[in-house]
T-cell receptor, first 114, second 114 residues
């Protein structure tokens, strides 16, 4: 079954610095991949999704992710971190055809330091 | 447009009791999924309901059950509560089904079992 692995349970960056959150997937076929964000005391919100239309996917709040088949990766980036980006970020995959639910990674907590 | 509403937001129960959580999806959404979120296990899929039918079920014991009503509102029930059931229970709605990966989450119901 397809799954995702998020490298680093906690990432800390300075305000204005590059944000890079890592996600690798296990799949023998092109997967559908997603990034979700969870702000404190809130539910999850979809940031962006990859469905094979384009390898570079732009999402909300200035985030983007690049699908790299050769590296089986789907890392999330943002050029300049804001304090408001502090949250937990989840990579997720639809593991198979049919009515299969999203499978989430363990999450990466992003801290932004002033 | 109102978002996904979950009630209650917080509750405390003791071992052996049962609990019922409610979820009202976004108007027009026919799919409701439930996830359990804990620090150790992350987000784990419980079940999905679509047009009052359970479409998918995760790997949870039979103590966990759910249902969906004709107005798409959903409830989940946990019987004979155990300490390990303490978690944030998240409900997510989708227009056409959770297998699209595009889920709209509520803020969750935080259950503490003493």
């Amino acid at each position: 079954a397809q799954s995702v692995t998020q490298l680093g349970s906690h990432v800390s960056v300075s305000e204005g610095a590059l944000v890079l959150l890592r996600c690798n997937y296990s799949s023998s076929v092109p997967p559908y991949l997603f990034w979700y964000v969870q702000y404190p005391n809130q539910g999850l919100q979809l940031l962006l999704k990859y469905t094979s239309a384009a390898t570079l996917v732009k999402g909300i709040n200035g985030f983007e992710a690049e699908f790299k088949k050769s590296e089986t990766s789907f890392h999330l980036t943002k050029p300049s971190a804001h304090m408001s980006d502090a949250a937990e970020y989840f990579c997720a995959v639809i593991p198979g055809p049919g009515n299969t639910p999203l499978v989430f990674g363990k999450g990466t907590r992003l801290s932004v330091i002033a | 447009k109102a978002g996904v509403t979950q009630t209650p937001r917080y509750l405390i129960k003791t071992r052996g009791q049962q609990v019922t959580l409610s979820c009202s999806p976004i108007s027009g959404h026919r799919s409701v999924s439930w996830y359990q979120q804990t620090p150790g296990q992350g987000l784990q899929f419980l079940f999905e309901y679509f047009s009052e039918t359970q479409r998918n079920k995760g790997n949870f014991p039979g103590r966990f059950s759910g249902r969906q009503f004709s107005n798409s509102r959903s409830e989940m029930n946990v019987s004979t509560l155990e300490l390990g059931d303490s978690a944030l229970y998240l409900c997510a709605s989708s227009l056409t089904g959770a297998n699209t990966g595009e889920l709209f989450f509520g803020e969750g119901s935080r259950l503490t079992v003493l």
